[in-house]
T-cell receptor
Framework: AQKITQTQPGMFVQEKEAVTLDCTYDTSDPSYGLFWYKQPSSGEMIFLIYQGSYDQQNATEGRYSLNFQKARKSANLVISASQLGDSAMYFCAMREGRTSGSRLTFGEGTQLTVNP | DGGITQSPKYLFRKEGQNVTLSCEQNLNHDAMYWYRQDPGQGLRLIYYSQIVNDFQKGDIAEGYSVSREKKESFPLTVTSAQKNPTAFYLC???????????????FGAGTRLSVL
């Protein structure tokens, strides 16, 4: 079974609008961490935001916020006030506490295009 | 500047040839990782190392080998046994940690490997 599922292969948003990128995960481990990375066309992976499974509040980092719904096992990324430079691939990833050490499992990504 | 350097940026392999991808980091991280990315796909873990002189297989280790003789360096060899090596290879490093530990993985710019 897929541990990380990103159901939106591509998303489009108008500049200055907000956009939500979906991520659902599957784990039986009570301790886990969720990450979002951005991959521009250059290829390098850029860390955006992190949410721990016991964090009470949703994580925020500037224009990025994570809508964490633990019961639904979802960790959606919200980008507010989209900019042209936000056009990139976005990956959700998970680290499980008991079974995987420090390794991450990645989803297949969502290609975001910001239109002017 | 602190970071992860991957070289070369582009690499071509002939049939039956072994090639080695370089990954060097000056972030003083104990853990290092190699990922493979195929077009339109997420990242898959090849090998990882949490400490010098120790490494573990990831999900797709067949046809690859690594060494970890120095903390700063984690070279990946793509052997002739890897029949489909054309892909984008990403190296990452982090402080070691599991589960709830944030321990962000930082990535290099990647190496694109093609078969001649």
């Amino acid at each position: 079974a897929q541990k990380i599922t990103q159901t939106q292969p591509g998303m489009f948003v108008q500049e200055k609008e907000a956009v939500t990128l979906d991520c659902t995960y599957d784990t039986s481990d009570p301790s886990y961490g969720l990450f979002w990375y951005k991959q521009p066309s250059s290829g390098e992976m850029i860390f955006l935001i992190y949410q721990g499974s016991y964090d009470q509040q949703n994580a925020t980092e500037g224009r990025y916020s994570l809508n964490f719904q633990k019961a639904r096992k979802s960790a959606n990324l919200v980008i507010s006030a989209s900019q042209l430079g936000d056009s990139a691939m976005y990956f959700c990833a998970m680290r499980e506490g008991r079974t995987s050490g420090s390794r991450l499992t990645f989803g297949e990504g969502t290609q975001l295009t910001v239109n002017p | 500047d602190g970071g992860i350097t991957q070289s070369p940026k582009y690499l071509f392999r002939k049939e039956g040839q072994n090639v080695t991808l370089s990954c060097e980091q000056n972030l003083n991280h104990d853990a290092m990782y190699w990922y493979r990315q195929d077009p339109g796909q997420g990242l898959r873990l090849i090998y990882y190392s949490q400490i010098v002189n120790d490494f573990q297989k990831g999900d797709i280790a067949e046809g690859y080998s690594v060494s970890r003789e120095k903390k700063e360096s984690f070279p990946l060899t793509v052997t002739s046994a890897q029949k489909n090596p054309t892909a984008f290879y990403l190296c990452a490093s982090s402080t070691p940690g599991a589960g709830l530990a944030k321990n962000i993985q930082y990535f290099g710019a990647g190496t694109r490997l093609s078969v001649l």
